[in-house]
């Protein structure tokens, strides 16, 4: 079963720009199988025929080894005589190749009419080794594990449709300021909704899980997506002889989500010093598996220099990490879930674009995400309950006094409403509409 991505929307404007396109992702997001889908859409949508796009994986040494010898000679041995059309070339796993970004170079510089798109499975190695060659002549993306509104696509079309109409106003409302009309009550949707969203949060957003509808075979997918991302990226990546001290340390970072990180705890539990913790941490964080979140100031040097939250990217990698995948009605951390569920959206709604914090005094009080828009911040808490009434808690009026955003908004369980606290409109909207 192929599920149309998101992604697909941001990317088509860019598709018959100059620039080259890479698409970067976790390991076993789906980026092969996007590939499929953007030449669905090149030949369906623009017409293009379909001899006028290849795909080449770098898995395959033998070619990997003709790129590295002499890449301009191998994309011209992939484009047709007398083309007059743009040609379209594929390179999956890019991050196999050596030298990578000084290559593209050259065939950007040197090759007339050719697009390519690559894509790669760590940040650094697109990033550090091909960005840092292909300023202004490259464009990046990101391709996570399915969100919520893929999830309900591949699982319940009627809930997405419903999601869809709800989530496109809130998003605009957010990113955009683009007022919409606000629903006052109980969301009626909400058993629905929550049960598949609950679903999500445990289970997470990686395809195969997520199309397997089998828990001891999605409990097993699970493990060997985290055996293969040891083996064949944070091996390689820290030069490990061994696995055991990021088992340690992910393990613990996976009990971690929501709470400032303590580093001298984190270097107890892994056995590593503060430098290596840093580098691990790193790795983590450049591979997709986790995500620093930074405390909100004004003072940038504050920010930087105090302690961050951590969050995963996937939950179900997380819950993996800790052997249970019970149900939120059995667990203590469901609170903390959610959270990270939230988080993983706004990190894939802002990446690249806005930023995102949490904001935390020493007399207590705190906002769970600070979201930066273009010329305002966007405070949003998350209460995992059922609301009968608007109710705006001390630690977000706290913030509104002391910051007066335009806006705030605090995420229910199942319920929708508006009020004002001195100039600012906050926003009641059941979390899993965003």
Not at 268 to 273: F, K, R, S, T, W
Not at 284 to 306: A, G, Y
Request: net charge positive; proline share 3%.
């Amino acid at each position: 079963m192929i599920v149309q991505r998101d992604l697909i929307q941001k990317i088509k404007p860019f598709l018959k720009r100059k620039e080259f396109i890479a698409i970067i992702g976790p390991r076993q997001s789906g980026k092969t199988t996007f590939l499929g889908i953007l030449k669905r859409y090149l030949c369906k949508e623009l017409g293009m025929n379909k001899n006028l796009i290849q795909t080449v994986t770098f898995e395959d040494r033998r070619l990997l080894a003709q790129f590295e010898a002499d890449p301009v000679s191998f994309v011209r041995s992939y484009i047709p005589e007398n083309v007059s059309a743009n040609f379209y070339l594929m390179l999956d796993e890019f991050q196999y190749a050596t030298d990578g970004g000084q290559k593209l170079k050259l065939i950007y510089d040197t090759v007339k009419g050719i697009k390519i798109l690559i894509t790669g499975s760590s940040s650094l190695d697109i990033k550090a080794r091909a960005g840092k060659f292909m300023v202004g002549r490259i464009l990046n993306f990101y391709l996570y594990p399915f969100n919520f509104r893929e999830f309900l696509r591949a699982n319940e079309p009627r809930l997405e449709r419903i999601y869809s109409q709800s989530s496109e106003q809130i998003i605009a409302w957010l990113l955009q300021k683009r007022a919409f009309k606000i629903k006052r009550g109980i969301d009626i949707f909400s058993n629905e909704m929550i049960r598949q969203y609950e679903n999500f949060s445990v289970w997470g957003g990686y395809p195969a899980v997520v199309l397997t509808k089998n828990n001891n075979e999605r409990n097993k997918i699970l493990a060997d997506i985290y055996n293969n991302y040891i083996l064949k990226d944070i091996k390689t990546l820290l030069e490990l002889a061994t696995e055991r001290n990021l088992f340690l340390l992910s393990q613990y970072l996976a009990t971690q989500i929501g709470n400032i990180m303590v580093y001298q705890n984190l270097s107890e539990v892994a056995g590593l010093d503060y430098r290596q913790l840093k580098k691990h941490l790193h790795i983590l964080e450049e591979t997709f598996i986790c995500q620093e979140v930074r405390p909100f100031f004004k003072n940038r040097q504050k920010e930087l220099s105090k302690n961050p939250k951590i969050f995963y990217i996937d939950l179900g990698f997380r819950n993996s990490l800790m052997e249970n995948m019970n149900g939120l009605d059995k667990r203590a951390d469901r609170g903390a879930i959610i959270e990270n569920v939230v988080f993983t959206r706004f990190n894939e709604l802002c990446k690249g674009v806005n930023k995102i914090n949490f904001w935390r005094t020493k007399a207590g009080a705190e906002v769970d995400f600070v979201v930066h828009t273009e010329d305002d911040i966007i405070p949003i808490e998350i209460k995992y309950s059922n609301f009968k009434t608007e109710k705006i808690s001390r630690g977000l009026a706290s913030f509104i006094d002391s910051f007066k955003p335009e806006y705030a908004a605090v995420l229910t369980k199942n319920y929708w409403g508006m009020a004002k606290k001195n100039k600012t409109k906050v926003l009641f909207i059941p979390v899993y509409y965003l």
